[in-house]
């Protein structure tokens, strides 16, 4: 998005009323942001892409009805233009995966310092990917605290990308033309040679890894 010649159009999705007043004073206070929508609930952010045409939607991740993680993906389904910043409590390892996976590319504590938060802004307004030094420290000790994995065979690489698309094990069966129970088992044996824990943290390392 070109944000060169005019101020980044901010929505905020928090179900709290004072914290996302606080975020209105300290978003509009910067001469480079506009905050154009606001709202409490995910299902609410999402009607409102539309009608108030934002570059980035600031949200939390704990949402009453949709949470988050769910409306991110959301978004990047209709709406691929428009980054995801997740400002949220939660430092969890599940959680920043998981936002990485949802297509955000930005995530911040509620924390961290008000300059961090301009800088996530910024940062995916620009399409750069952004994470508070906190959450990027624990995502690195994740990372790095993990043995090498294990190679993944030609129908492995075609079940992860799948995975990685959102796809259920019934259409990817359909799609490789395989049986659900053959998916399974290859899901199973994808997750033990990436050590990961599910398909999404599966999805991440592989990217990480330039598998996919």
């Known amino acids: ?33 506009q ?9 609410e952010g999402l009607e409102g892409l539309a009608r108030f045409e934002p570059d980035v939607v600031l949200m939390d991740i704990n949402l009453p009805g949709m949470d988050g993680i769910q409306a991110a993906q959301e978004v990047r389904r209709v709406r691929p233009d ?3 910043v997740m400002f949220t409590a939660s430092n969890r390892r599940d959680q920043l995966f998981a936002a990485l996976a949802s297509g955000a590319v930005a ?3 509620k924390s961290a310092p008000p300059d961090v938060m301009f800088q996530a802004v910024r940062s995916a307004a620009s399409g750069a990917v952004f994470f508070d030094p906190e959450s990027a420290r624990h995502l690195l000790h994740t990372v790095q605290g ?11 690489m075609a079940i992860l990308r799948l995975v990685a698309d959102g796809n259920a094990n ?5 799609a490789l033309g395989v049986s659900v129970g053959l998916v399974k088992k290859h ?12 398909r999404t943290q599966a999805a ?9």
């Open 35 to 43: 905050v154009v929508a606001e709202a409490r609930t995910a299902e």
């Open 107 to 109: 995530y911040c504590l």
């Open 146 to 156: 993990s043995a090498p994995l294990s190679p993944l065979t030609e129908r492995d």
């Open 82 to 84: 428009v980054q995801v």
């Open 187 to 198: 899901i199973g044996d994808i997750l033990e040679k990436l050590q990961a824990t599910d």
């Open 204 to 212: 991440i390392k592989a990217f990480r890894a330039g598998l996919i």
């Open 1 to 33: 998005m070109d944000t060169t010649h005019r101020p980044i159009r901010l929505q905020l999705v928090e179900d709290h009323d004072l914290t996302r007043f606080g975020l209105r004073m300290l978003l509009s206070a910067q001469p480079d942001f």
């Open 170 to 174: 019934r259409d990817i069966a359909a």
